[in-house]
């Protein structure tokens, strides 16, 4: 789907680049392959994600051609496969950016922007660092270095999707097993933190 829109709107200016939060390269390249026309890059050290407040993906920024963010972090789907799971109506998000690129209709000012864009916590950066000491030793082969700092960075931010499912391809979990639903149980009895926009969000109960 995101391919299908860069079709769509690339005459009118925009491009999509899509960012690969993974540390396993072949992985990426698997799946880079179903969208030739799309730029992808691989981002292991989560720079993107830092520098942009992304707790969770998929997730989209929107960024002018002044380079001004436009709109934060925000779950966004590219279709609604995970519809049930993560009540999130994708169209919602399609529809908006649709507004922007072709009409330049924004429905967040600046100061909603600015308001929406958290600052990481002392202790989120130093989680933050840890996983990236973690990436490094890994690469190294020190897989028991590589858990100890995991460890410190899951200790240190529990609820970050980023580092908690994140990380979980490292220590040989399955993102999509157990342990992950494990995780979004906790993360829900949370509050959900982390989720201060969500676009097409649908309440659904049962």
Same mark, same amino acid.
């Given at each position: 789907? *995101? ?7 690339? &005459?009118?200016?925009?491009? !999509?680049?899509?960012?690969? !939060? +993974? ?7 698997? *799946? ?25 993906? $998929? ?6 051609? +002044?380079?001004?963010?436009?709109? &934060? ?6 279709? =609604? ?18 507004? *922007?690129?072709?009409? +330049?209709?924004?429905?967040?000012? +600046? ?8 600052? $990481?916590? &002392? ?34 931010? &529990?609820? =970050? *999707?980023? !580092?908690?499912?994140?990380?979980? $391809?490292?220590?040989?979990?399955? $993102? ?31």
């Amino acid at each position: 789907m *995101w391919q299908q829109l860069q079709q769509e709107l690339g &005459p009118h200016g925009l491009s !999509i680049i899509a960012v690969a !939060i +993974d540390s396993d390269v072949d992985a990426v390249r698997e *799946w880079a392959a179903h969208a030739p026309e799309l730029t992808v890059v691989i981002d292991r050290e989560y720079t993107v994600a830092e520098r942009y407040g992304i707790v969770n993906v $998929p997730a989209t920024v929107w960024i002018d051609e +002044d380079g001004h963010i436009v709109r &934060p972090a925000d779950t966004a789907m590219g279709d =609604d496969r995970f519809r049930a799971f993560a009540h999130v109506d994708s169209s919602v998000h399609h529809t908006l950016l649709r507004k *922007w690129v072709m009409n +330049d209709e924004r429905d967040l000012d +600046d100061g909603t922007v600015a308001s929406l864009m958290e600052r $990481p916590s &002392p202790e989120l950066q130093l989680a933050r660092l840890h996983r990236r000491i973690a990436v490094l030793l890994h690469d190294r082969g020190d897989m028991d270095g590589a858990g100890i700092h995991l460890a410190a960075a899951t200790a240190l931010a &529990p609820n =970050d *999707w980023v !580092i908690r499912r994140g990380s979980m $391809p490292m220590t040989g979990v399955d $993102p999509f097993g157990a342990e992950f639903f494990s995780f979004v149980e906790e993360w829900m009895a949370a509050g959900s933190p982390g989720y201060r926009l969500r676009t097409g969000r649908e309440d659904i109960t049962g």
